[in-house]
């Protein structure tokens, strides 16, 4: 069966892992989907998932590398410290199909302020791929980890593609984002100062930049 929906995942946690990965299902509620996890770990076996094995270049190589193998019409991005809660993908897909030229995001347990410059970023975004590919792509290669997901939204808000939170579609996350375990060498504080300046060369010119 032809996935509906595909869930990018690159891992750097095998004990995480399955417990994240035992939320899908039940999020998509008979939805068709596949898994594409990206690890330099494994592969293991598990139903509708697509394993590919390479060596930690960091979470936005890996997320490039599970778009590239997904089929799915929609994307969702998701990580190894989250879970979903059941029927949250469901939602996500039946709130597009409103208005599919959008980027949408489920609901963030715990409350967390994902804005930069006064617009809405989507950490765990679920986009159509006709809508990535009229965004130019989805995560800008050139960041290492977490701004490119507000960079994807702010290429978003410049396109007057909206950005929404979706109530009904809820993901718990503990906030961590990236951590200096995701790439390989450990020079974690060089990765984020780079990203960081990106994303203010591109950006600023919207007003006044506060990390959230």
């Known amino acids: 069966m032809i996935p509906i929906i595909s869930v990018l995942l690159p891992s750097v946690r095998p004990g995480n892992l399955p417990w994240s990965m035992g939320t899908v299902s039940a999020a998509a509620s008979g939805i068709p989907y596949e898994i594409v996890v990206v690890a330099d770990f494994g592969p293991e076996q598990y139903p509708y998932t697509k394993w590919i094995v390479d060596e930690r270049k960091g979470p936005i190589d890996a997320i490039q590398l599970a778009y590239a193998a997904s089929e799915g019409e929609y994307l969702f991005v998701f990580n190894d410290e989250s879970r979903l809660e059941p029927g949250a993908l469901a939602s996500l897909y039946y709130a597009a199909l409103t208005d599919p030229r959008r980027v949408l995001t489920p609901y963030h ?104």
Not at 202 to 210: Q, T, Y
């Open 109 to 212: 347990v715990p409350p967390f302020g994902f804005e930069y410059y006064g617009l809405p970023f989507a950490a765990f975004p679920f986009v159509r791929r006709d809508v990535i590919q009229e965004l130019g792509g989805l995560f800008d290669p050139a960041y290492k980890a977490f701004y490119a997901d507000p960079d994807f939204s702010m290429r978003a808000h410049a396109k007057r593609i909206p950005v929404e939170t979706i109530q009904s579609a809820v993901i718990r996350h503990t906030n961590h984002h990236a951590s200096e375990d995701d790439i390989k060498p450990h020079n974690w504080a060089k990765y984020i100062d780079n990203d960081r300046a990106l994303f203010r060369t591109l950006w600023d010119h919207l007003g006044a930049f506060r990390d959230p």
